[in-house]
């Protein structure tokens, strides 16, 4: 999906990217490709399935002249955290390889940057809502 964000780090939830599953924010004039989840099979895991289709992403946005690839990644292990520290110290953690989450240091692996916290992301118990405002920039 292409979306454009104003201010381009705006807080968003997921509902409203995919336009309660109608793709309603999709804009062919957007500057950005919007990243939704990559999922494989547990049995098919950690054999490049999943950064051959983030490669394949990328190369949609430098085809299509896009300045970035964003996404919201739910901080999937946040619920064995939260009594000990906040969503944005969690997410730190996590960018300086000190913690590991399966869907942030995936996305982080590939090359995005962990940009901010966007709280009310979705609705979701292991990530108590929260997920972390990723972006990928087309060079």
Known sequence: MIVSLNPE???HSWYDIVGHGKSTSHRYSGDSLYADDILT???YRRQGIGTALMNARKKLCSKMSLKRMIGGARLYNYCLYTNHMAAEEYARLVANN???????SFDLRNGFKHVKILPNYIADRRSLNFASFIEWKNS
């Open 9 to 11: 780090y705006q807080n």
């Open 41 to 43: 099979r547990p049995s």
């Open 98 to 104: 000190e913690l590991i989450d399966p869907v942030l």
